[in-house]
């Protein structure tokens, strides 16, 4: 499959692309400052044109998202709307546009996250943000047959602990590796409407 | 209790004044165009003014939100920030203010709905502002103690159905006098991180 891979330089991404290279398909990376496209997707515009410069695509995933990370009471309206941008409506973009561009049975893979279930401090907005996603994955997925829409939710990544590790005391890691086996399963697979939690 | 109702006026909001006043509280009813008070909470603006005028308060309902309901191939990106600023944004930002100026043992119970679990056609905006809500919830009920927070989840109201009942086909609807005892639950009880769902 040819499939444009969102965030394709991070931790992340960089498994995801490692998987689905592994795997026979042609993966178009897209990243804000670099890669094989460079779009910010928070833009509704530069969505726009990465979908013109990509091609046919049979499948989108994402596996980026930018969200502000502080203590409730110090997260300002600003913070809340940007975290909004830059990890809903930025995936929301990418599917709304993305379903006339992609082929009739292709898919669409978003990133959520385990702060969805289970907060932790300091991150009330990006679990707003995850919520959203999920949500709006189960609502698209009975509007776009035969295109199917799945998210990934992992926990924390084992290679992220170094950055966010204080963040997430006592909740275990998984490596990136097994994070990117759901994307696969997602691109690969008949199911819709799912949330493939990997804890 | 002093509780200050946002959305007072509407189906829903009428019948949470009505169970709150009987249960001996003063309720201040907040409208975009009438009430009490009158705000737009989309404005974070004029959740700031709103704080100001109401006074001391030792609870916050949320019976109202704006979404754009539109087939998914329909919506725009427009739409879509529309909807997370109307149902998401005001909600979270009128507990952001909020947080210092309602009473210490004060609650919040803000309003998501059925299509965060069951999506309908033409929902998916609504269903991703409403997803938002809830894991917004869990999260803010970590670190608000000992102030709460809540969101009641109600499926269609009855006395909605001639104006969305074909939005809901085979969907059961509840009175809107079931939902408010949902609001009295959240506000008189001592839970927090709840998700009350009427069904």
Chains 1, 2 share one sequence.
Do not use: C, W
Not at 86 to 109: D, W
Not at 155 to 169: K, Q, R, W
């Amino acid at each position: 499959m040819r499939i444009l891979l969102v965030g394709a330089s991070g931790t992340l991404g960089s498994a995801v692309r490692r998987a689905l290279a592994e795997r026979g398909h042609e993966v178009i990376g897209v990243g804000r400052t670099g890669g094989d496209l460079v779009a910010d997707v928070a833009d509704p515009e530069a969505v726009a044109r990465l979908y013109t410069q990509a091609g046919p695509l049979d499948a989108v995933a994402v596996t980026a998202g930018d969200a502000v990370f502080k203590p409730l009471g110090e997260l300002t309206a600003d913070d809340v709307a940007a975290t909004f941008r830059g990890k809903a409506l930025s995936q929301m973009e990418l599917v709304r546009q993305g379903a006339s561009q992609v082929a009739g049975t292709g898919s669409f893979t978003l990133v959520s996250g385990i702060l969805t279930e289970e907060p932790i401090v300091a991150g009330a907005a990006a679990s707003a943000a995850n919520g959203a996603i999920e949500a709006f994955v189960r609502a698209a997925a009975i509007e776009l047959p035969p295109q199917r829409i799945n998210a990934v939710s992992p926990t924390v990544a084992e290679e992220s602990l170094p950055a966010y590790g204080p963040f997430f005391p006592g909740m275990e890691a998984v490596p990136a590796t097994r994070v990117a086996t759901a994307y696969v399963r997602s691109i690969e697979g008949a199911q819709t409407g799912q949330i493939y939690r990997v804890r």
